[in-house]
């Protein structure tokens, strides 16, 4: 029973629980057991607490035997990126500056979700402050892809993508910030949903590039993708840029799943050159089933698209220099070099050199240079423009088609240590990811197949801002016809991890 | 090595060289809460005890902005005849400093809230218009304490306290354009600047406006250039002058300090300086030509400002009386000259009187008393005229019962006397020390009687025609009832009796 649970979508573990046929506490500790028998090797998790976790699912259970209406997925258990503050776990961020600290409070995100019965399985790896494409930025050492062990998992939110791949958790919550969520979705063959910036509430949420930081989900289906999006969305009083409007019908959207009459484009700037063949082949192969579904497939331009990659690598450090700059030992975290001897301002320079990495660091200076006077319209200033021009390509895209759609990455998963010497090789895996950033709308990464060297590739569906539901209703769409065709989940091609003994 | 040129004597100073000012003022709002979060903002509370995530800039925690604190700004801007702009954002500015819990103050740069307005100030009967560039919003940082130091200055210290409490409390900056053309009275016009700013600012009700407790505080600014010379002189900063007496003598020593070093062939550096009270002199601070680059840019965890222009016509018709227009009314209404509201204004004595005449005493009587008997025993105490412990309405009372005819004025003095002393209210005093003017005639008439047959020198003076010498007698009928018998009704009784009349 308990191998079987781990495999279930959450939107089954929710009605098994809710029907009575299985206790929270059962689903978490299977849960549990498969993280004990797999993370050794996956080293998805940053922290996991068995006690804290069955507190959570006992309390769960407390209140559906007192007869408390809980949520949808009440009892379904939920890995947190290390992102989001947890007030009865710690949070680093996946950063050695931030080792050990215990927030003192709950983001929005997780108080929401325990408030709906959510049970937190534990927090997952991610590159340092969101900053990377692999885990690899990770103080504590990469996450690796249960497809292959020795490629990586995606990023910055890989820990959570790779616990969701693993059958380590049926939900987990990441960041997306330049394709933080999609991308690592994309590698290892599950659904990842960027929200409309200001959809998903960003307090409580460790800032990178607060202009662009947008929350999401990670599942292995499109609709438990959208239960856990509904179940955490909603205007947040406490986060300014949080939008104050309904909830865009996605679990709707996600049931409905079909794509007759739909207008979709294919953003003509978003593949060729730099593409993997692979990859190209089964988008290509995802183009013709939409049509063959019912939908109107046209190309589109987007001309500015090829400019967004770098506005985003000013824009994004720009931000995060001054972010970071409250990490100085002062209040919680690090302290080196604190001997008595030593100022103040030293210890915070010793603290930071020691308690960033160097990704960090690079982006740090990147940003302050970026800012400096003299330099700020050249840079800041220029970026800022061609957001503009971004959003008024999503605009005029958006006037001919309802969504856009790309390959989600370049390239399927690459080997650990194979980028890490190559900035920008690595900033490249954002390339199709960081336009919806930079204009805030929303967009999903669904598996569309498998490349040629085995590894899963996803599908981009980009709809226009506060239009969510849209991406829910195509990747829905695709994700039926696919698994039809496939018979089952892509992820059941994955290979089998060995489970250690315990 | 470089000596320090001697200063240049005021008149001198004047005489050779023009003085360019400017004033930079943060004022503390009196909101409620913190201008991004909930935390309270009393005055005075222990260290680190209202705070939260948000104002300790914890990781993951936002600000949102605090209503009523743009309210407050959107104010003072409209009383400083500013525009209200349309649209504006919040921006970062970055420097590292352990007080500031974020590394970054959130503030505005290139898009205040108010821009373009003036307010006029008077001194020696002339009116200066200072010109108002702009009025915007920013947080207050924390507050530090470094312990075991000689000075209480971070060198030397053994280890420093850092108190969070003030750290994102509202802070408004208002920034003049040069004020220039003041002459030798550059530094009675900064100072009537301070003072009317903090006038309009209190009239408002947004802040308590205390320099002694932070919660106004004055940056200047002054150059000078040659007299008859086209470009401004290099200006110094003065920061932090915390009261209406130090802004003139900050000024003042700066005149005299820069023409100085300009006489022995200096320049004057680019510089933050700082005043120190004791001596009325600034010394260097941190030269601007090291200064950091703070990095401004928008704020991206603030929506943009936008007040509506309905909001903004909403306030402007919530706006009090200002100090301008309520002097030029009371000075109608009690027919004052310009020279006797300018003392009234500088006695502190405006609200007091008001009070005490909106309590029922007429205007003259009222001004009579603050003026006179209660500033002089405010000057005896060396306290303000307002911090006396007596209210308007107590002086009101005392001024009705003169105007009903049971007290006279010898009389009045010693219930103020009695209220000052803390004997009770004016009723109560009269009581106590059985002050009454005696009006039972038959009463006075026997006191009289019994007056001349104890004087009958005096007496016989007076009936042969030394008027005069009646004063002897009055007096001693007054001292024989202590003071309580009405002096003009007892002088009349006495001449009458002895056919002087
Ligand atoms: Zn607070």
């Known amino acids: 029973m308990s191998g079987e649970l781990t495999r279930r979508s959450a939107a089954e573990l929710a009605e098994l629980i809710a029907s009575g046929q299985v206790s929270a506490v059962d689903v978490a500790q299977a849960h549990l057991d498969r993280i004990a028998a797999v993370d050794g090797e996956v080293r998805a998790f940053l922290h996991v607490d068995a006690e804290t976790t069955l507190a959570q699912a006992r309390a769960v259970d407390e209140r559906r035997a007192a007869g408390e209406r809980l949520g ?77 062990t020795s490629r990586i998992p995606g990023g910055s939110s890989g820990g959570s993508s790779a616990a969701v791949a693993a059958y380590e958790a049926p939900l987990a919550t990441g960041t997306d910030t330049g394709g933080s969520i999609r991308q690592p979705a994309a590698v290892t063959g599950i659904v990842g949903v960027k929200p409309t910036y200001g959809g998903s509430s960003r307090y409580g949420l460790i800032a990178f590039a607060s202009s662009l930081d947008t929350p999401g989900p990670f599942a292995r289906n499109v609709l438990d ?71 109107k497939v046209v190309e589109v331009s987007c001309p500015h698209f090829g400019y967004a990659l770098p506005a985003y690598y000013l824009i994004a450090p720009s931000e995060c220099s001054s972010n970071l700059a409250r990490f100085d030992a002062m209040r919680y975290g690090l302290r080196v070099g604190d001997d008595g001897t030593r100022s103040a301002e030293e210890v915070m320079a010793l603290t930071r050199a020691e308690g960033f990495g160097p990704e960090v660091k690079r982006r740090i200076m990147l940003g302050t240079y970026a800012l400096s006077s003299g330099y700020y319209d050249a840079y800041y200033g220029k970026a800022q423009q061609v957001r503009t021009l971004i959003t008024r390509d999503f605009d005029a895209a958006f006037e001919q088609v309802d969504v856009l759609v790309s390959p989600t990455t370049p390239t399927t998963a690459f080997p650990i240590g194979d980028r890490v010497d190559d900035p920008m090789a690595m900033y490249l895996a954002d390339l199709a990811t960081i336009p919806a950033n930079l204009a805030g709308n929303a967009a999903i990464s669904v598996p569309c197949g498998l490349s040629d060297d085995g590894l899963p590739v996803g599908l981009q569906i980009m709809a226009p801002t506060l239009a969510d539901d849209r991406v829910y209703r195509v990747g829905a769409a695709v994700e039926r016809a696919l698994e039809d065709r496939w018979g089952g989940p892509l992820l059941a091609k994955a290979p089998e991890l060995a489970e250690a003994d315990r | 090595m470089t000596t320090t040129p001697s200063l240049v004597p005021y008149e001198e100073a004047l005489a050779r060289y023009e003085p360019v000012l400017g004033v930079e003022t943060h004022i503390e709002l009196g909101t409620a809460s913190k201008m991004f979060c909930g935390c309270a903002t009393t005055f005075g509370a222990p260290p680190n005890t209202q705070v939260c995530p948000v104002c300790l800039g914890l990781p993951g925690s936002l600000p949102v902005t605090n209503r009523a604190a743009i309210e407050g700004i959107i104010k003072i801007g409209l009383a400083l005849n500013c525009r209200i702009v349309e649209w504006c954002r919040f921006a970062r500015k970055n420097y590292f400093y352990p007080d500031m819990p974020k590394n970054y103050q959130i503030s505005q740069y290139d898009e205040p809230l108010c821009v373009d307005g003036y307010l006029e100030v008077e001194v020696d009967g002339e009116t200066y218009r200072v010109e108002i560039e702009r009025v915007h919003m920013e947080e207050d940082t924390g507050k530090s304490l470094h312990v075991g130091g000689a000075t209480g200055r971070i060198h030397g210290a053994d280890h420093s306290l850092v108190d969070y409490n003030r750290a994102g409390i509202p802070l408004v900056e208002i920034v003049t354009k040069p004020i220039t053309a003041t002459g030798d009275r550059a530094p009675l016009v900064a100072r009537a600047y301070a003072t009317e700013l903090r006038e309009l600012v209190r009239a408002l009700g947004v802040s308590d406006v205390r320099m002694e407790e932070g919660s106004m505080r004055c940056d200047i600014n002054v150059s000078l250039m040659p007299r008859g010379a086209a470009e401004w002189g290099t200006r110094t900063e003065t920061k932090n002058v915390n009261s209406l007496r130090s802004v003139e003598r900050a000024v003042r020593h700066e005149i005299e300090r820069q023409a100085g070093v300009l006489d022995a062939g200096g320049r004057i550096v680019q510089e933050t300086r700082h005043f120190h009270e004791d001596t009325g002199t600034t010394t260097s601070g941190r030269s601007k030509e090291e200064a ?70 007429a205007p003259g009587p009222a001004r009579k008393w603050w003026m006179n008997e209660l500033s002089r025993r405010a000057t005896e105490q060396g306290v303000e005229l307002s911090a006396l412990p007596i209210t308007p309405e107590q002086v009101a009372r005392i001024q009705a019962l003169i105007d009903e005819g049971s007290l006279n004025d010898k009389l009045a003095r010693q219930v103020f006397e009695g209220v000052l002393a803390g004997e009770g ?35 016989d003076k007076v009936r042969a025609g030394k008027v005069a010498a009646a004063g002897a007698l009055v007096g001693a009928v007054m001292k024989a009832t202590r003071g309580q018998a009405d002096a003009a009704r007892a002088r009349e009784l006495i001449l009458e009796r002895l056919g002087a009349s």
Do not use: C
């Not at chain 1, 108080?111 to 997952?124: D, M, S, W, Y």
């Open chain 1, 72 to 148: 949808p997925l009440a009892g379904v258990p939920i890995a947190h990126k290390d992102v989001f503050t947890t007030a009865d776990m710690p949070t680093t961020a996946g950063s050695r500056i931030l080792q050990g600290w215990r927030p003192p409070y709950d983001a929005t995100i997780t108080a929401r979700l325990r408030a709906a019965g959510l049970v937190i399985i534990g927090k997952t790896n991610m590159d340092e402050f969101a900053m990377g494409s692999s885990t690899e930025n990770s103080a504590y050492g990469p996450t690796r892809n249960p497809w292959d």
């Open chain 1, 225 to 295: 993708a959208a239960l856990l999006h509904e179940a955490f969305s909603g205007h947040d009083p406490m986060d300014s840029t949080s939008i104050d409007r309904p909830v865009p019908p996605v679990v709707e959207a996600a049931r409905r799943g079909d794509v007759a009459g739909l207008r979709v484009g294919v953003v003509r700037e978003l593949g060729g050159e730099g593409y993997q063949p692979g990859v190209l082949a089964r988008f290509n192969d995802s183009v013709e089933l939409l049509e063959s579904l019912g939908a």
């Open chain 2, 292 to 361: 950091q680059d703070y990095r401004y840019f928008p704020e991206p965890d603030l929506v943009p400002m936008a007040p509506s222009r309905e909001w903004v016509e909403e306030l402007r018709a919530t706006l009090p009386e200002l100090p301008a227009a309520r002097r030029r009314r009371v000075q109608a209404e009690w027919g004052l000259s310009d020279l006797e509201l300018r003392d009234v204004v500088n006695a502190g004595a405006l609200d007091l009187i008001e009070d005490t005449v909106k309590a029922g005493a």
């Open chain 2, 425 to 459: 209210g004016p009723d109560e005093v009269v009581a106590a020390r059985g002050l009454k003017v005696v009006s039972d005639e038959g009463e006075l008439a026997a006191i009289v009687d019994q007056v001349i047959a104890d004087n009958a020198a005096a007496a």
